[in-house]
Each structure stands twice: as structure tokens, then as C-alpha cells.
């Protein structure tokens, strides 16, 4: 086995060790309830406020807007059903086709529970349509919830232009900043979302870990009732990924400001010396704002998951589409959202890289994937023989 090519930060972070050190003394000696009033409880209630306003800097918002919780997952699924539960005559959802799981499956569920969602498309460059926002919100509508960015594609929406409407119209809204926590500049304080979705894995933290930022003046009713977190989420904290998180966040704070292009350079060689050297290369999303670290290339005629498996022989991790249960891999929704052909989507590979990326890193992988391209389409000539795509 080879040294690892971790090119796949989308999914999640390697553990900074900055990080792993500010949480092992929480792991260890200093395993006090937050909630307790003697020292050992009162040290790790403090550790819990400064996690608090690193969390809070790095979004822009107060710390009494950073409620801690589970992951990502849990806080998507909290905003949403917040949302319903304050006004339980409005019974309409609005998101879109190229959201991530978290939200496509809660909203399909809410479906069969007789609510009424509306999933706004994507051109097929991924551009969400914001006057269909506009258009889609009725006096019914509970809550809008979208991406900030796609983890797929890394393709931004606009959310300013996304929270003057729903300001407009008075309706809540949800963002997803997940993947662009870290990646992107946010400010909360100034843009009007009511609820913002973090998780602490895809910032070089680690899992089981995230955060909903709730606006101070937003309504809300908590998923898990408990006294913790002022009421808002119960359940004793979890204080060392807690301190984790807020370590990463600090981090992520620094890192914005200091190396913001360095990603960037790396992610244009990488596109651009492939598109140059293979034929029937195409990547998707890459005309939209889009996150710094994220390279989603179709490369015609091949499939991914044959892709996956010679690229893990070389130590090479990347993605394609979502696994299934039984690991097979569905071709990608927000690929064939932005009308990618099913076969297409199946040749399609996501590359997303991080803070630690290096250029013999990037050597090393535009080594690799031509080669095993190569062998793939010598192999199979499944989707006929690769094709120019069209400008
Ligand atoms: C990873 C991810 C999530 C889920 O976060 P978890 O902490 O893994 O639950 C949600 N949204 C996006 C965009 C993600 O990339």
C-alpha cells in the first residue's frame, strides 16, 4: 500500500493535530460535567464558552447564537422541523434537487407526512433560479431551506440575494453552510438567515460533532428536549470535540485569512493540466462561484466506481455519486439535477482538497488518473469510445 492521497476533504478532514491535542486533556483528566458547580464542572463549562466564541467568530454571529449538538445532519434536521413546529398551519417546505441527504431525506419524509415540498432546480451549470425562490413562496410556506455550498460540485448559491427574499417575504430561512464553513467568508451577523447548519468534520475536526446557528431573534422549538444549551438542546455535552471544534474553528478563522488563494492554485493546475491532457474531460459546476477546493470532472467513458478501486490501490481516495448500502454507487443526484446523463453522472469523480495539500501531492495524482483513465477506457468500452464534449 502507498502513502495515502487523501484527496477527498469534501467527505471529511483529517484530525488537525492542533486540534487533537486541544481536546485530549478533555479526554483524560478533565471529565467533569459542564453543568456542575464544582471546579472540575465550572473548567469544563468554561472550555465550553471559549469553543463557543471561536465557533461564533469564524460565522460571524454571537455566541449565543452557536447551539451545540450531534453533526450536520442533526442540526439540518433540527431548523427544519423548528420551523414546522412554530407554525404548525404552514405545511410547505421549499429546498432544492442538489441538496445534501440530510435534507433530501427529511423533506422526502415529510412528503409522505403530507406536507408539501417544493424542490427548485438548477440550470445546468448548478445556478439555482432565485426569482423561482421568489416565485414558489406562498402564505403556506414554513421554512426555505438551501445549500450555501454544494459539497459535490463546491458551487455556491447566492445566498445574499437567497435572504433578502426570504427577509422580503417574512418566510424563515435555512442554510446549509456545512462545507463552506472554513472554505468561504461568512458573516451571519449581517446576512438575516434564521438558521445555519455547521458540523466540525469538515474542518479538520472530529466526527459526531456539529452546531446550529440560531438566529436571536429566530423562533424555535428544540428537536431533543433537555436542560443543556439554555434549554435549546438537551443532552450532556459532548466538552472534548466540543473544545475540538472550537479549536478548528480558530483555525479555519486564521487560515481564511491568511492562505485564501493557496487552495484555489492547486485546484486550477490540477483541472487545468488534466483537461489539457485527457481526452473527453469535462468539469461541472466550474463556471458558478464556487468553493476553492472542489473539482468535480467527468471523464467520459469510464466508471467511477472501477475508477475508485484502481485509484485506492495507489493510496488515491476521491468520490463519486453516493454509496449505497451495498456500496455500490448511485449515479450522482446533483449531477443528473444539472442534466447530466445517467452514464455521464457515472463517470463523473468529485477531487477536494484541504489545507494540507501539497504540489507533490498534486504530481502525484495527475500521474495517476490519466494512467488508470487510460486502462479504463482500453478496458471497457462501455459508454462507447471517450467523445469530445462540446465546448
Ligand atoms: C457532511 C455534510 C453534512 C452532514 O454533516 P454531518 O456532520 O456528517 O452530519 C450536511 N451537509 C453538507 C453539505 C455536508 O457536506
Redesign the pocket.
Known amino acids: 500500500m502507498s502513502d495515502l492521497l487523501y484527496l477527498d476533504h469534501?467527505a471529511t478532514t483529517p484530525i488537525d493535530p492542533l486540534v487533537c491535542d486541544a481536546m485530549l486533556p478533555w479526554l483524560r483528566n478533565e471529565f467533569g460535567n459542564p453543568s456542575s458547580i464544582y471546579g472540575l464542572g465550572r473548567r469544563a463549562a468554561a472550555a465550553l464558552t471559549k469553543a463557543r466564541e471561536q465557533v461564533a467568530t469564524l460565522v460571524g454571529a454571537q455566541p449565543s447564537e452557536i447551539i451545540f449538538n450531534s453533526?450536520?445532519?442533526e442540526a439540518?434536521n433540527t431548523a427544519i422541523l423548528s420551523a414546522l413546529a412554530i407554525d404548525p398551519d404552514k405545511r410547505h417546505v421549499i429546498t432544492s434537487t442538489v441538496e445534501?441527504s440530510?435534507t433530501i431525506k427529511l423533506c422526502e419524509y415529510l412528503a409522505t407526512r403530507g406536507y408539501e415540498i417544493t424542490w427548485l432546480p438548477v440550470d445546468a451549470q448548478g445556478k439555482l433560479d432565485v426569482t423561482k425562490l421568489e416565485a414558489a413562496i406562498t402564505s403556506e410556506t414554513a421554512v426555505v431551506s438551501l445549500?450555501w455550498a454544494n459539497?459535490e460540485t463546491g458551487i455556491l448559491f447566492p445566498v445574499e440575494e437567497i435572504a433578502a427574499i426570504t427577509k422580503r417575504k417574512k418566510v424563515p430561512l435555512h442554510l446549509?453552510a456545512?462545507?463552506a464553513a472554513g472554505k468561504v467568508p461568512i458573516n451571519l451577523e449581517t446576512l438575516g438567515a434564521q438558521y445555519v447548519?455547521l458540523?466540525a468534520?469538515?474542518l479538520y475536526a472530529p466526527k459526531g460533532i456539529?452546531a446550529l446557528y440560531l438566529n436571536r431573534k429566530a423562533r424555535y422549538t428544540p428537536l431533543l428536549r433537555g436542560s443543556q444549551e439554555e434549554t435549546r438542546r438537551g443532552g450532556t455535552q459532548n466538552v472534548a470535540s466540543i473544545v475540538a471544534f472550537g479549536k478548528a474553528a480558530e483555525l479555519a478563522t486564521a487560515a481564511l485569512l491568511t492562505a485564501p488563494e493557496h487552495i484555489a492554485a492547486l485546484r486550477d493546475r490540477f483541472e487545468q493540466t488534466l483537461l489539457s491532457t485527457i481526452q473527453g474531460v469535462r468539469r461541472n459546476g466550474a463556471s458558478e462561484p464556487r468553493l476553492p477546493n472542489t473539482s468535480n470532472l467527468t471523464f467520459s467513458g469510464i466508471e467511477a466506481e472501477s475508477a475508485l478501486l484502481l485509484f485506492d490501490q495507489e493510496g488515491l481516495c476521491c468520490s463519486a455519486g453516493s454509496a449505497c448500502s451495498s456500496g455500490s454507487i448511485n449515479p450522482s443526484h446533483v449531477l443528473t439535477a444539472m442534466g447530466v446523463t445517467r452514464d455521464e453522472a457515472r463517470a463523473s469523480l468529485r477531487f477536494s482538497f484541504g489545507r494540507t495539500t501539497t504540489e507533490e501531492e498534486i504530481d502525484r495524482a495527475l500521474e495517476i488518473i490519466p494512467r488508470v483513465v487510460a486502462k479504463l477506457r482500453s478496458a471497457q468500452p462501455v459508454g462507447g469510445s471517450p467523445v469530445q464534449f462540446a465546448a
Open positions: 469534501n453533526c450536520g445532519t439540518t445534501h440530510a445549500l459539497n446549509d456545512v462545507q447548519s458540523s468534520h469538515k456539529g
